[in-house]
């Protein structure tokens, strides 16, 4: 009798602001419980709303190296490297899953949507990674069918780490109160994405944005949110979806996670 293979789990962080790497509050208190209970990984593939490309891209270099693609910060979170090894082996497998050429970028580091949490997700940094970019040339069915490709992954002890944001409007954020109540919309987008992973309902991430009104409020541009279509498909039939930490920062920013286990 073959024995089943055992499924790692899968993951999504709202990363909200950069700043949120070199804080300490109950926000990344538990990515660091989160990370301990996943700390025996083999490797993690990334998918962060911070990198967009005309088609598939992962890096590629032997170690990647911290990219601060911001400004205006202060200098206390540009100093924050992560250098970590790259699962370079993932990319043969990734091309075999999905059928696609993958195009290997040699210079590109992880960006802020894969550092700023890693930091206090796998601190030690002795977890190989490798980031996939989002295909902007995909539409939302295409972005979950090309996931579910990916899927197999879990099987082979790797971590799919999805990271972008439940809500993500910057231009009602209020950068004076983070602890600001959040508004009406960002709560009812919240809770529909809530529902659609607690119904195993991938259809219903897919359609959310026919309900253009709701979703251009919560997410006037697609990246933060095309991660959650990638959570979505490489979830396995037995996984059940749960919420290790929910909180809202400014307002508008529900920085809600997903694990699948």
Not at 1 to 21: C, E, Q, R, Y
Not at 88 to 106: H, Q, W
Request: zero cysteines; proline letters at 5%; a negative charge.
């Amino acid at each position: 009798m073959t024995t089943p293979a055992k499924i790692t789990p899968a993951l999504f962080v709202s990363h909200g602001s950069p700043m949120n790497a070199i804080a300490e509050n109950k926000y990344t208190q538990g990515l660091n419980e989160i990370g301990n209970k996943l700390k025996d990984v083999s490797a993690i593939l990334i998918i962060s709303a911070h990198w967009e490309t005309k088609g598939v891209f992962v890096t590629a270099s032997e170690t990647l190296p911290t990219y601060h693609d911001f400004r205006g910060f202060p200098q206390e979170l540009f100093n924050v490297e992560y250098p970590v090894k790259a699962a370079l082996e993932l990319i043969p497998e990734i091309e075999k899953l999905t059928g696609e050429p993958v195009k290997r970028d040699m210079q590109r580091g992880l960006d802020h949507g894969a550092w700023s949490m890693l930091v206090h997700l796998f601190p030690d940094k002795d977890i190989k990674v490798l980031q996939l970019s989002i295909d902007r040339g995909k539409t939302f069915a295409e972005h979950l069918e090309f996931a579910k490709k990916l899927a197999p992954l879990r099987e082979q002890n790797v971590l799919i780490l999805a990271s972008g944001n439940m809500t993500h409007n910057f231009s009602f954020l209020d950068f004076s109160n983070e602890n600001a109540a959040p508004f009406d919309w960002a709560l009812q987008f919240d809770e529909l994405v809530k529902n659609a992973f607690l119904n195993n309902d991938a259809d219903a991430l897919v359609a959310i944005k026919n309900n253009d009104e709701l979703f251009r409020i919560n997410h006037p541009t697609d990246d933060h949110y095309i991660p959650l279509l990638y959570l979505a498909g490489v979830r396995n039939k037995k996984d059940k979806a749960e919420f290790p930490h929910m909180s809202w920062q400014y307002g508008t920013m529900s920085m809600r996670h997903i694990l699948l286990n």
